[in-house]
């Protein structure tokens, strides 16, 4: 469970004087090598590269032994789940249709945690969510699913033509060093993991060039991070005409990954960027390989695509994701309604020339809490996008929604904005984005506001809403 110490131990990184904190990195770093890396996540990644060869049929009566096994256990080990009807369990099993089992959504997991505790497993890790109403999701992992989880992230390193364990630039959120410090270093290294972890409030012009070089010593395979952290770094190394030699790929998650800013990634480095999905929550996950499509990864679960309605949707259109976890023993996951959002391929069978044969969807589509919603009911995807990235003199944007007919933009002004001239324009891109006119608030800005991890939301709804209407 969320120990209190932890606030103080962060509390007292931050006093910690410069040499201090590079070994207190250093032992953390070692703590989760040893966590992370072991006999779990050897066999985990063996079985995923050659479980990506499957055919549907072998990797259909993989998953129907998996979901077995640990439906059992949830079963046996767990006081939710102790009640499960068992010809349901049954049926699930025997045909990986699991409409017979009750939905769980997310409220219920988070404010009925004990229920969820396998007994006989042992917690390693607590994993605590940003939320999105300041109150934390606190999430429990026992050895074996943290390694597994591990192994699936390591594996798309593999995918990018790198080593799994290869060295990786980290954009970290907290306070490595002081957000006020003015000379190197900006970086803390974590040498058991390989990572060197950069500190994302100092991205900056006056600190790009000594990043860099730093960098460029430390040869990293891989960049990964929130996509817009890795963005502001792709965008000083540009301005200084500077790329990465050894670099093989930027891998982002846990924020929409708009086309702009893939675009403006891969541009600077000259390397692919590969997105990934999953949740703190430990929900399947699902990977882009190098040909830019998204694979599900049916070896870390099950997964439902559900319209607002709670019907399966179909081909082509926009569903909510709802998955059966096989990686999260110690609080098993059984029919999790995520409160995320994917785009169904139209072919998800269709041959993929990375060789991957797992279906594929057509792209991750956010979350609920980073869509706004439209007057008429409407769910609508990429606002920010859709709206103010066209405005060249605006330099950052975050939307606001606080009621369904009324906005508040925070912009980061250029230096030929003009607001009376943009109003009119903005407000036709809000207009034709939400098929009615809209009250918009303007908010101009030297920076924009990052949660307590350092996550950057484009679009914050400051409202809660029940029941969702038809997808954009």
Known sequence: MFNPRDMDLVKLYGRLPLAFKRAATAARGAHFARLRYGSEYRRTLVMLRESEGWAPDTMAAWQRARLGAVLAEAVRTTDRYAGLDPEAVAHAVRTLDLSGLPLLDKATYKLEQPSFVNRERRSVFVSKTSGTTGSPMVVLYDRASVQQRVAFVDRQREWAGGDARGRSVRLSGHHLVDPTRQRPPFWMVNPAERQLLLSTYHLGPVHLPAIMDRLERYAPQFVDGYPSSVRMLARGAAALGRRLPSLRAVITTAEALDPDARAEISDAFGVPVLDYYSAS???????????????????????????????????????????????????????????????????????????????????????????????????????????????????????????????????????????????????????????????????????????????????????????PGADV
């Open 281 to 467: 929550e430990g929900v399947p996950l699902i990977q882009e390989c190098v040909e830019g499509r998204y694979h599900l990864r049916p070896e870390s679960g099950v997964f439902e695509f559900h319209r607002s309605d709670g019907t399966p949707a179909g081909p082509g259109e926009r569903a909510e994701l709802v998955t059966t976890s096989f990686t999260q023993m110690m609080m098993p996951q059984v029919r999790y309604r995520s409160g995320d959002y994917v785009v169904l391929d139209d072919d998800p069978l269709a041959p993929c020339a990375c060789g991957c044969r797992h279906p594929t969807v057509a792209g991750v589509d956010g979350r609920r809490e980073d869509l706004a919603l439209a007057p008429d009911g409407r769910w609508i995807g990429l606002l920010n996008h859709r709206t103010l990235k066209t405005f060249e003199s605006i330099l950052g944007s975050q939307v606001v929604q606080t009621a369904p007919d009324a906005f508040t933009l925070r912009l980061v002004p250029g230096p030929a904005f003009d607001l009376d001239a943009l109003r009119p324009q903005i407000a036709a891109k809000f207009t034709a984005a939400l098929g009615q006119p809209v009250t918009l608030d303007y908010d101009l800005v030297e920076a924009l506001p990052r949660g307590a991890n350092g996550k950057f939301r484009s679009v914050i709804r400051a409202f809660e809403v029940e029941a």
